[in-house]
């Protein structure tokens, strides 16, 4: 199932929008359902890493030891 979402642009944005659009040959919704997709794809790898530095219980490892493990 698919969901309608409405927003506003800058000026600025919308024209950037448009410029990418035309030299890529695709279409406006195209370029914001891929920048949305990978905003959201960064947004959880983020979290994912903010979850694990703020766990005590999760060692830090030094570059050397992280050499060692992986046989480098």
Known sequence: MASTVSLRLSDEIAGQLEEISRDTQRTKTYIIK???????????????????????????????????????
Do not use: C, P
């Not at 920048?35 to 219980?57: H, I, W």
């Not at 830090?60 to 992986?70: A, D, N, Y």
């Open 34 to 72: 891929a920048a949305l997709k990978q905003y959201l794809d960064d947004f959880a790898d983020y979290q994912v890493a903010l979850d694990r530095l703020n766990d005590k219980d999760d060692a830090i490892l030094s570059s050397k030891e992280m050499r060692k493990r992986l046989g480098v």
